[in-house]
């Protein structure tokens, strides 16, 4: 089993409509939690941080769920630019694992 | 731009051979991190460098090793390169405080093939 785990999709939605994400870890010690978007051959990029009583980002939406180990990204109102792969992140405490999903692509259609 | 910059761009080399890729990180940022990025695939850990020091390390060979500089930027070395390690190669610059991980910015990467 993969310790960060993400439906690879694709998920093909009409703009406008929401979108919900989830990614699920193995290891109950982990305590860093991130969304980063990824466009086609460019780098990573920074979402949002995910924190323990979820946060809000514009039509962003992250939350975590300890007791089940996943974390959830919504998406409201989505728009044509929102196409992209979408990463979860997990890390521990001591910074000595950094574990990347392999990402969730999702594609918005007019 | 995050201001994390990445040299080079694009490299070939040949099997057996060795590589050298730099990173210069967001000014402000202590620690780098470098990652793997195979084609489909999401970034994997290789390590991550806080003060100079390799701080965390992920299933990657000894072959692959690092440095960090006193103004913060950082080295990947791959030594004995095989055909596998043709990827993208990504660092990311972060400010960590005590170990606890923060937000990581990324540079545009390094393609690597080798033939």
Not at chain 1, 39 to 48: F, T
Request: some cysteine; proline content about 5%.
């Amino acid at each position: 089993r993969k310790e960060v785990e993400q439906d690879p999709g694709p998920f093909n939605v009409p703009e406008g409509a929401t979108v919900a994400f989830n990614c699920t870890y193995s290891n109950s010690a982990s305590q860093s939690f991130f969304w980063y978007r990824q466009d086609c051959r460019k780098e990573p990029k920074l979402l949002m941080s995910v924190y323990s009583s979820g946060n809000e980002d514009g039509r962003f939406t992250a939350q975590l769920n300890r007791a089940s180990q996943y974390i959830s990204l919504l998406i409201r109102d989505s728009k044509l630019s929102d196409s992209a792969t979408y990463l979860c992140v997990v890390s521990y405490s001591s910074a000595s694992k950094i574990i990347f999903g392999s990402g969730t692509r999702l594609s918005i259609r007019p | 731009e995050t201001g994390v910059t990445q040299s080079p761009t694009h490299l070939i080399k040949t099997r057996g051979q060795q590589v050298t890729l730099r990173c210069s990180s967001q000014s402000g940022h202590n620690t780098v991190s470098w990652y793997q990025q195979a084609l489909g695939q999401g970034p994997q850990f290789i390590f991550q460098y806080y003060r100079e020091e390799e701080n965390g390390r992920g299933n990657f060979p000894p072959r692959f090793s690092g440095l960090q500089f006193p103004n913060y930027s950082s080295e990947l070395n791959v030594n004995a390169l095989e055909l596998d390690d043709s990827a993208l190669y990504l660092c990311a610059s972060s400010l960590d405080m005590g170990g606890t991980s923060y937000e990581q910015y990324f540079g545009p990467g390094t393609r690597l093939t080798v033939t």
